[in-house]
Each structure stands twice: as C-alpha cells, then as structure tokens.
C-alpha cells in the first residue's frame, strides 16, 4: 500500500506541477510560440514510443519469471543504448532532414535539443524500470520529483521572473544580461527539459555498476516478440493524443494550434480522476478475478466510477469561469473545447474499466485494435472537418475516437468476457450530467449560485435514483 502511494504520488505530482506551468507558459509565449512548444512535444512523444518499443513493459512481464536477472537488465539496457546511439547518430547526420520535417527550420537548436532529451530519457527507461521491479519506490519518486523540480526552477527563472526583472528596468548579472535572450523564448523550455532529464540519469547510473553485464539475444527476441503489440499501441495512443493539435496547426494556423493546445491543459483535472482511479483499480481487479462475484463488482466498479466521473465532468464545467484562470486570457477563446475533451477522457476513463475483460482473458491485443479503430477515427474526422469548422473539430474527433473504443470493448467483452454492466443507469447519468453542463456553459457562465444548483441537482437525481443501493453498501460495510 505504501509503495503504490508513493508511485501514485510520483506520477500524479509531477502532472499537477507541470499543468501549473501552463500559466507560466501562456503568460510568457504568444498561442503562436506556445504552438512551437506543442509542436516539439508532439515529435517528442512519437520518437519516445519509437525509441523504448516496449521495452519497459516487456522488461516487467520478464523480470518475475526470469531467473538471471542480470541477465535480462543488461540485455534490454544494451539493446536500448545500441538504438539510442543510432538515433543520435541519424539525428545528426540527418539533421537538415530532420529539421524540416519537425518545422524546426526558424531554430534548428530545438532539433539538437530534442535529440538529447529523447537520448537521455530513453536511456534512463531500464533503470527506471529496475527500481519499480525491486521497489524502491522511495528512489524512483525522488529522482521523478528532484526531475521536475529543476524542470519547474528553470521555468520559473527565465520565463517569469528575468523577463519581470528587465521590464523593471532592474539590474541583473552580466552574465544573464549578455547572454539571456540568445535564442527564441520557447526554447528555455526544452532546455529545462534536458537539464531535468540529465540530472535524472546522472542520478539513475549508479544502480547499474551493481551488475554482471551479459547480452542474451534469446532473451532479447523474447522482449522484442513481446513488446512489438505495444509499440503498435503506443503509436496509436500518440496519434489519438496528438495529430489533432499537429493538424491544426498544418490546416488552419500555428496560432489556432497553440490556443486549442492550451486549452486542451485544463483536461488534467479528469484525467487526474482517472489516473488516481487507474493506480488502485488495477492491482484490484486482478486480485478480485478469482472470486465467485468478480463480475457482479466490476459492474459496480463501472457504474459509480461513471457517477463520480460525470460529477466531476459537471464540476468542472459549471465552474470553468474559475478554472480557466489556470491559462492565461490570452488563449480564453478556446475554452468551448473543455467541455466536449473533458468528457472525451471521461470516455476514456470508463473504457479502462472495460479494458478488464481482456486482461483478464490475455486477449491483449484487443488493446492494440480498439487503439487503431480510434486512431482511425482520429484521422478521417480531423482531415475532413477541421478545413471547414476549425479547432472545434478536433475536440469533437478526440470524443467520437474514445466513444468508438468504448463501445468496441463493450461488445467484444460481452462475447469474451460477459460483466452485468447496468448500461441503462450508467447512460442516464451521463445524460443527466450533459444535460446540466450544456445548460450551464451555454446559458448561465458566471453565474455562482446557479452553477451550484445545477450541481446539487445532479445529486438530487443520484439520491432519488441510488438511494436504497447506497444504503445497502454503506449498512454492509
């Protein structure tokens, strides 16, 4: 139990830190610089999937069955330099290419600084993985958080508070003030980045003077043969997650890009939800698997995660006057797209709980499939209506893509693995919820005291319609 708090803390407040430097970002950077920002981490996604090609996951599904472990640490850490290094060398000697095709061209150093971030991350992949498999979760979450902190200190000093200084007319060093401003804004940025993710390896090599280095190509076909599904996966995740905001940027303009992107940070607080869900839910549902009621359970799990889910959809909207003060008002115009990707990831949460049945049946590569339909959906939806309807295309794609995966999983579970899932209940909620969200965001922005009746008008229907059930639960307990 200690140990998955300390893993949750040390993938959740990393998040949290990140998103808050979304203020910082936007307050600093024009939506068309904040693109170029999008745009580097768009590339930067793509390339970590390609680089790691599952390796991490496959470097877990060994470690418990595999009696040399030194064995299997050193092969898959071997196998990921041998890439890496190619990658490096591709990258440089590519690099006219290369910066091209990231549109890198008004600053070929953010192609520099994109490699050397990928590299060091990328080789930091294993070791991260050694400290989760032997839990020292101690150590893993402080180098995650010693990582973001020099990400967060960096951010701080010469995006805020050395532009602050100079528009004060207030004297700085010599050496800050010669050299500060030496490359476009942005780039200060991904320089946090590398800083953070070299003191993070810095920090990581230690652990691997501890073992009898070996190279088992045996071994290594087995991790090859295992992660290529999740590969294929990670690629379509990447798309779902990012071609909207590349393609926006492609069909309409950089600026529009750098708004839907900002916009699209205030998400977190449902995917935090779902996150916080994902760390304990998972673990629990394996151990439950082998009870007489693990179907019945799975079906409550999913009905009030989907009530708490659209509760908290319907939180955030009503309340979005308050919430958008996260970004700066610069990029306000594109608050209209919170509400459709809060309940796209809302979607998205509730077909992780889905996603039991083929766990469970070790039919994992449903997961691959489902990810490619929406990948699919992702791309015909973006290339056709984003020409005519802007970047409000892209948020209604990013919900047809996770809706589509939901009901996928829904109808090839009932065949796999059939859960009494209370569907009719489940819909009604997420009808009620809309309902009261759309009213609130269209007709009623501003308004505190109707935002909180709309809100206890959703619990006014949870109490009618769940009263004797919660009453059950509670007098069980």
Known sequence: MKDTLIYGLATVLPRVINFLLVKIHTVALLPSDYAD????????????????????????????SEKDKDSLISTGFIAICITTALFVLVGFLGSSFLVNLFDFEANPLRLKLLIA???????????????????????????????????????????????????????LPALIENNYGFTPMVNYIFIANLAGSLISLVLLLPYLSKFKWSFNKTLLYKMLNYG??????????????????????????????????????LAIFMNLYIMAFKLGAEPFFFNQ???????QVYALILKYFSIVGAFAFLAIVVFIDIVKYFINNNYWEALKIVPVILFANLLLGIYHNLSVWYKLTDKTTFAMYFSWLAALVTIVVNLTFIPIYGY??????????????????????????????????????????????????VYFRNQLIISVLLLMVYGCVLLIFEYKNLKTIILKK
């Open 392 to 441: 409000m295309a892209s948020a209604w794609a990013t919900l047809l893509a996770y809706g589509c995966m939901v009901i996928a999983s829904y109808f090839f579970g009932r065949k796999y693995y059939p859960v009494p899932y209370e569907i009719k209940q489940i819909t009604f909620y997420l009808a009620v919820a809309i309902v009261l969200a759309t009213t609130s965001f």
């Open 117 to 171: 971030i990928l590299a060091l991350d990328t080789l930091a992949v294993i070791p991260f993985a050694y400290l989760r498999a032997v839990n020292k979760s101690v150590k893993y979450a402080s180098i995650k958080l010693i990582n973001v902190g020099v990400i967060v200190v960096i951010n701080l000093v010469f995006l805020k508070f050395i532009p602050e200084f100079i528009n004060e007319g207030k004297a």
């Open 37 to 64: 920002n999008t745009n580097f981490y768009i590339w930067a996604g793509l390339l970590a999937v390609l680089l790691t090609y599952g390796m991490e996951t496959s470097f877990f599904r060994f470690y418990n």
């Open 228 to 265: 290529w599904p999740i590969l294929v996966a990670g690629l379509a995740y990447v798309i779902n997650e990012n071609l909207d905001k590349y393609l926006i940027g492609k069909l309409v303009d950089k600026e529009a890009m750098g708004l839907y992107s900002a916009a699209y940070k």
């Open 289 to 295: 698997s082998a009870k007489e009621n693990a179907k």
